[in-house]
Every structure is written in structure tokens, then in C-alpha cells.
């Protein structure tokens, strides 16, 4: 996934978690980069015409960009739940924060033909826990892949 | 790819020579499958000659994988665990579920290339040490990746003649 996808989807899930534009600190405390990279990456998005950033109160996804963010976040699933399901990875968040960058949409497309994923992805993203929520964070008993894909 | 990747550990390496497995094991499935299961009249002698091909370039591609994983320090992964998912996937998928075995053999060969290509340029950014020999790394990878290349430029050309 490269850079401005994975950028477009933080900003996504921050005006998920705000209910309303994403705020340029925020997105840089979550891209774990300075808010001047931030601000450069949110210029850029919006010469692309995914993004539209209004001085004091954040940066918000267009159409497009919306579009684009779901696309990139079910990959993220795609790369999570493969990690978790497939390779029994505990850590499948922070590993699939790691491999990110380097598995595109087309990758992803592959893996999740050996995964069994819920219809309604990306909606089961839960941005607090940064995970599908059918997927084990805490320590409770995850859903079997027949009740997930049901 | 985002611009930078670095891959930085043994174990960051290993688990991305593991998903190069597992896009292996899937290729060698999906190509098995195809084989056996449609009908005689829609596989003709050069289809059969590229699925065969295929099937035994990503079980060689996979166990040189392996081999590079076992030299690795990390904890043992389950291939035959990998496997039989893998399989057990496909063996439920129906022939009709194979929508043109060119066109999902050509994505199948670029979606290879591009892994390989994007994991080598990840490596070749980085400057962590592996337990391995990074030129001999890159050099396996490479090679691999040259082939998934070929893969690629063979069913094109079988998919120009036939247009």
C-alpha cells in the first residue's frame, strides 16, 4: 500500500472516531511523522482531489477519497486477518502495521482468497482497537470463521 | 509500495518470505485445480503444458523460500499447516468458479513480480544486518522474481496468439 493510501485511510478512520474532519495532529500522531510532513501529504492529496483541508479545523475525505480510504483499509483487514487467521500471529496489529507499505491491493486480493473475510468489511474495522472486531484484541474468545461469515 | 520501505529484521524478512509462500502455495493450487477439474475440451495441450509449468516453478519457488527461512533466526513456521489451508480452500472451489484460467494464470504471475520486486527493493533499502548473505538474498529473490517476469510474458504471448 503506498504512502497516500495509507495516509487517506488514517485520515478516514480519524473522521470515523471524530465524527467529523480530522484534526492535522491527530493524523500525524498516527502516522507517527511530523505535522509538517503531515501537512505536506494532505497538499498533495488534495491537488489530487481526495482531500479538502480547512485552516483550524482539519482535514476531510471527498468522495474519492472516501472510496480510496475503504479500499486501502479492507487491504489492511485483508493483511490483518491473514496474519491472525492464517500464520497465528498474536501480534497481528503491530505486524501488520510493519508490512503495510509493502502489500498492495493486488497482493492482498490473493491472500484474501484463502481467508474467510465478513461481507460487511471494512465496516467491521474498529478504529479504537485498530482491528476487525471479529478478530481477538483482548484476550476474549475470538469468532469462529463460519459465525464471522455468516 | 510506500516510498522507504526498509525491511529491518530477521524476523520482518522471514514473514515476508512466508506470505511469498503462501502466494505460492496458491498459484500451485489454483493451476492443480484448473487441471483436474475442467473439462477436457477447454484445456488443450498448450494450456495443460503452462498449468503443469506453473505448478512445478512454485513448488521449486517455494521450497527455495524455505530454504532461505530455515537459515534464518526465527521460530520454525507451519508449512504443512499453510498447505493444507491452501488446499482445503480450493479443493471446495468449483470448476465454474474459475473465471478464464489465462487471465487468472496472468494475474497470478504479475501479482508474484510484484511481490518479489517490491520485497528486493525493500531489502536493497535497508541497512539492517540478516543472518543470511544479503547479495545471496537478493540474488535468490531476483532470480525468482525473473522468472515470475518470463511467467508473465508467456501467457501473455499465449493470450495475444489466441485473441
Given at each position: 500500500?503506498?504512502?497516500?493510501?495509507?495516509?487517506?485511510?488514517?485520515?478516514?478512520?480519524?473522521?470515523?472516531m471524530e465524527n467529523g474532519p480530522a484534526a492535522t495532529g491527530a493524523l500525524a500522531d498516527m502516522m507517527e511523522v511530523s505535522p509538517a510532513s503531515a501537512n505536506e501529504m494532505i497538499g498533495?492529496?488534495?491537488?489530487?482531489?481526495?482531500?479538502?483541508?480547512?485552516?483550524?479545523?482539519?482535514?476531510?475525505?471527498?468522495?474519492?477519497?472516501?472510496?480510496?480510504?475503504?479500499?486501502?483499509?479492507?487491504t489492511y483487514c485483508i493483511i490483518e486477518r491473514f496474519l491472525s487467521n492464517v500464520l497465528d500471529v498474536e501480534e497481528f496489529r503491530a505486524e501488520a502495521r510493519e508490512l503495510e507499505p509493502v502489500i498492495d491491493g493486488m497482493i492482498a486480493e490473493r491472500l484474501d482468497t484463502i481467508i474467510d473475510r465478513n461481507s460487511e468489511c471494512p465496516d467491521c474495522f474498529d478504529?479504537?482497537?485498530?482491528?476487525?472486531?471479529?478478530?481477538?484484541?483482548?484476550?476474549?474468545?475470538?469468532?469462529?470463521?463460519?459465525?464471522?461469515?455468516? | 509500495m510506500s516510498v522507504g520501505y526498509q525491511v529491518s529484521s530477521d524476523h520482518q524478512l522471514a514473514r515476508l518470505l512466508q506470505i511469498?509462500?503462501?502466494?505460492?502455495?496458491?498459484?500451485?493450487?489454483?493451476?492443480?485445480?484448473?487441471?483436474e477439474e475442467l473439462d477436457e475440451d477447454a484445456?488443450?495441450?498448450?494450456?495443460?503444458?503452462?498449468?503443469?509449468?506453473?505448478?512445478?516453478?512454485?513448488?521449486?519457488?517455494?521450497?527455495?523460500?524455505?530454504?532461505?527461512?530455515?537459515?534464518?533466526?526465527?521460530?520454525?513456521?507451519?508449512f504443512e499447516e499453510i498447505e493444507a489451508l491452501v488446499e482445503a480452500q480450493y479443493g471446495q472451489t468449483k470448476?465454474?468458479?474459475?473465471?478464464?484460467?489465462?487471465?487468472?494464470?496472468?494475474?497470478?504471475?504479475?501479482?508474484?513480480?510484484?511481490?518479489?520486486?517490491?520485497?528486493?527493493?525493500?531489502?536493497?533499502?535497508?541497512?539492517?544486518?540478516?543472518?543470511?548473505?544479503?547479495?545471496?538474498?537478493?540474488?535468490?529473490l531476483s532470480a525468482i522474481r525473473d522468472e515470475e517476469a518470463e511467467g508473465v510474458e508467456e501467457v501473455t504471448r499465449i493470450m495475444e496468439e489466441r485473441e
Amino acid at each position: 500500500m503506498n504512502t497516500a493510501d495509507q495516509y487517506v485511510k488514517a485520515i478516514y478512520l480519524l473522521q470515523e472516531m471524530e465524527n467529523g474532519p480530522a484534526a492535522t495532529g491527530a493524523l500525524a500522531d498516527m502516522m507517527e511523522v511530523s505535522p509538517a510532513s503531515a501537512n505536506e501529504m494532505i497538499g498533495k492529496l488534495e491537488s489530487r482531489g481526495l482531500a479538502e483541508h480547512e485552516k483550524y479545523k482539519g482535514v476531510t475525505l471527498t468522495d474519492d477519497g472516501i472510496v480510496r480510504a475503504r479500499d486501502a483499509l479492507q487491504t489492511y483487514c485483508i493483511i490483518e486477518r491473514f496474519l491472525s487467521n492464517v500464520l497465528d500471529v498474536e501480534e497481528f496489529r503491530a505486524e501488520a502495521r510493519e508490512l503495510e507499505p509493502v502489500i498492495d491491493g493486488m497482493i492482498a486480493e490473493r491472500l484474501d482468497t484463502i481467508i474467510d473475510r465478513n461481507s460487511e468489511c471494512p465496516d467491521c474495522f474498529d478504529p479504537e482497537t485498530d482491528a476487525c472486531e471479529y478478530l481477538d484484541v483482548c484476550g476474549a474468545e475470538p469468532e469462529t470463521e463460519t459465525e464471522a461469515a455468516d | 509500495m510506500s516510498v522507504g520501505y526498509q525491511v529491518s529484521s530477521d524476523h520482518q524478512l522471514a514473514r515476508l518470505l512466508q506470505i511469498g509462500i503462501v502466494l505460492e502455495e496458491v498459484v500451485e493450487a489454483r493451476a492443480y485445480h484448473h487441471h483436474e477439474e475442467l473439462d477436457e475440451d477447454a484445456l488443450d495441450e498448450e494450456i495443460r503444458a503452462l498449468l503443469s509449468h506453473a505448478a512445478e516453478e512454485s513448488a521449486d519457488h517455494r521450497e527455495r523460500l524455505e530454504a532461505v527461512i530455515d537459515r534464518l533466526e526465527v521460530d520454525s513456521v507451519p508449512f504443512e499447516e499453510i498447505e493444507a489451508l491452501v488446499e482445503a480452500q480450493y479443493g471446495q472451489t468449483k470448476p465454474e468458479d474459475f473465471d478464464g484460467v489465462l487471465y487468472d494464470q496472468l494475474c497470478n504471475e504479475e501479482t508474484a513480480y510484484k511481490f518479489y520486486d517490491d520485497v528486493i527493493e525493500a531489502i536493497e533499502a535497508s541497512d539492517a544486518q540478516f543472518s543470511i548473505d544479503r547479495e545471496e538474498l537478493v540474488a535468490t529473490l531476483s532470480a525468482i522474481r525473473d522468472e515470475e517476469a518470463e511467467g508473465v510474458e508467456e501467457v501473455t504471448r499465449i493470450m495475444e496468439e489466441r485473441e
